[in-house]
């Protein structure tokens, strides 16, 4: 009997896999059960949301893939509820580690674009929200993206209305390295993002907003080619809405920050392929 290849969603969970392998341990602590690893909850995690799915389906589709689990050693079905607590119990730094590998494993340029997008919190109740005078039901999410792979190199998420020269300055100190030209809109034209991005030897290219001839002058100067690469950062976000959802299923902001982390990972490893 001819063997099959391997399709697209087997390479996906190996290299999950491998990289959950690189990022943690194989159990929490030394008073696990040691029935499950954390390796195996960190791919089961990442097929839920490349699946766009819940626990429960994914679980059931589960029985019918066995070359998949195989591939991560399982055995036995884990619980919808634990992989629940899993995702509770792993922490935003975890998942920060993981999005740092799955950059590793794409050709970067060090041309990168930020832009921000909103994802809707689903699930919030309207009668709750009414009654607590909650008028953010969105989350807004910063996006930095390298140009040449369409990786998500970094995430800012907020659940305010903090504008976008308040948030670029937090992803160029933690980029500095991976970055050497910043793409922008008119929304980043700040003068402080432009000398924090030299001092980080950064070429900042950023759109001037025009209030004077001389803003329209340096506008025209642009390196139109270079600058026209920013777009990719839209792209990216309208990726991840279209093939991941446009809202977070988590009820807790701390759980919906790490549900977008996720989906950002499960983009870069959906590159790699």
């Not at 001819?2 to 990022?23: D, G, M, N, W």
């Not at 690893?37 to 019918?64: A, M, P, S």
């Not at 970067?108 to 929200?129: E, L, P």
């Not at 980080?200 to 907003?209: G, M, T």
Request: net charge positive; aromatic share 6%.
């Amino acid at each position: 009997m001819q063997t099959l290849p391997k399709s697209q969603l087997l390479r996906f969970v190996e290299q999950a896999f491998h990289l959950a392998q690189r990022a943690v341990s194989r159990y929490s602590s030394k008073f696990s059960k040691q029935r499950y690893t954390l390796h195996q909850h960190i791919v089961l995690l990442c097929l839920k949301v490349r699946k766009n799915t819940t626990y429960r389906t994914l679980l059931d589709e589960l029985i019918e893939m066995p070359r998949i689990r195989s591939a991560i050693n399982l055995t036995e079905l884990p619980a919808p509820s634990t992989l629940c607590k899993a995702f509770d119990r792993l922490d935003m730094a975890v998942w920060r580690v993981l999005l740092n590998l799955s950059v590793s494993l794409l050709p970067t340029n060090g041309v990168a674009g930020i832009d921000a997008s909103g994802f809707d919190r689903s699930h919030a109740s309207k009668h709750y929200t009414k009654r607590a005078k909650l008028t953010i039901q969105q989350l807004k999410v910063t996006l930095l993206v390298d140009t040449r792979a369409n990786a998500i190199l970094d995430l800012h998420i907020t659940t305010t209305r903090k504008h976008d020269t308040q948030i670029a300055p937090s992803l160029i100190n933690r980029n500095a390295s991976e970055v050497e030209v910043l793409l922008g809109d008119k929304g980043y034209d700040d003068q402080q993002i432009r000398e924090m991005a030299r001092e980080n030897l950064i070429r900042p290219l950023i759109k001037h907003r025009e209030f004077s001839s001389l803003q329209k002058a340096w506008n025209a100067r642009l390196d139109t080619e270079l600058y026209g690469q920013r777009s990719q950062s839209e792209t990216v976000n309208s990726r991840i809405k279209r093939k991941y959802g446009a809202f977070v299923r988590s009820r807790h902001w701390w759980k919906q920050f790490r549900e977008l982390a996720l989906a950002c990972i499960v983009h870069n490893l959906d590159r790699t392929l």
